[in-house]
């Protein structure tokens, strides 16, 4: 993947968050694509002149400790709230990445997807 393929990492963000139950992709006002479960927001992307950023819903712990890492930084507008941004992620970080969207999905899923998401992962 190149530096700034942004097409190849919407489309790596899109497999990890439509593979999850219920989840939706919509674009936003801002034209961000936005990944949805339940009518809520669980991570959005989009690309400006500096490349591809994705943001994601993350906790207080996750976020401090992800805000230690050079290449994370908080959410504009929404970091208060615990989203976490990366900007042009590097090939080798979406082992993790896949891992922080998953995360970011079982915050904002309801509580019948969630068991059974776990259901299914403990197979």
Not at 41 to 51: A, H, L
Not at 67 to 73: A, I, N, Y
């Amino acid at each position: 993947m190149k530096l700034h393929d942004t097409a190849g990492m919407l489309e790596n963000v899109r497999n990890i968050c439509l593979a999850l139950p219920e989840a939706v992709e919509h674009i936003d006002g801002f034209g961000h694509n936005t990944f949805k479960i339940n009518g809520k927001s669980f991570v959005i992307s989009g690309e400006s002149g500096n490349g591809f950023r994705l943001s994601f819903k993350s906790d207080r712990e996750t976020q401090e400790f992800l805000l230690q890492k050079e290449s994370f930084f908080k959410t504009p507008y929404i970091g208060r709230h615990g989203w976490v941004s990366i900007q042009n992620p590097d090939r080798e970080g979406w082992g993790e990445l896949t891992i922080l969207i998953q995360e970011a999905y079982l915050r904002a899923a309801p509580k019948r997807l969630v068991k059974k998401y776990e259901e299914f992962h403990k197979k």
